[in-house]
């Protein structure tokens, strides 16, 4: 992924942060004549010191799952709130631009055992089911039924070797023009979450 230096973010914490809140990302692979294949999935993710450990699964018919049981790497993309920025709001002539925030994760592929799929599962669930008020939990299906849905799928972690981080949020843009930005995405309740981590890092920079 292409980062501008002004834009490279290298603090894990803060790229674990992200994660737990765009957990949902995008696994990208080579199948066997080189053209690209890629599944949109959930995953829990861990951080091991300096490497995150993804652990994911999907359907055994899906054409990557042939992949993965070779152990090919694989990439993954996490992608957060963007938005248009339009040059009408500068305090000069310029182009209009895009706010985003995106996390690349490339790793190799290792396949999980049947012990550790049902304890992936398990964590999965309770993960987002935890802030609800009637949760729903695995153990509530009969042994038979839960197995017939492992039977369907593979299960699978990644560990990463190396991590790119990129949060265009006008950090390049002066204070007057970084408020007017601000000031023009409030407009719409569709840009909430854009201008919330516009905000945070312009408070972390001058912390």
Known sequence: MYVPQEFSVTDLNEIALFLHYHSFGVMVSNQGNFEPIATHLPFLIKKNGDQFILEGHLSKHNQQADILKKGRKVMVIFQGPNAYISSSVYTHVNVPTWNYQAVHIYGTIE???????????????????????????LSSLSTEMLQSYQNEIICFKIESYRIEAAYKLSQ????????????????????????????????NDNA
């Open 111 to 137: 396949l999980l055992n049947e012990k550790e799929t049902e304890n992936h599962l398990k964590e999965l669930v309770e993960t987002h089911e935890a802030d609800r008020e009637h949760s729903f939990d």
């Open 172 to 203: 390049n843009r002066n204070f007057v023009d970084y408020e007017r930005i601000i000031e023009d995405l409030s407009k719409d309740k569709k840009n909430r979450s854009i201008t919330e981590a516009m905000n945070r890092s312009r408070k």
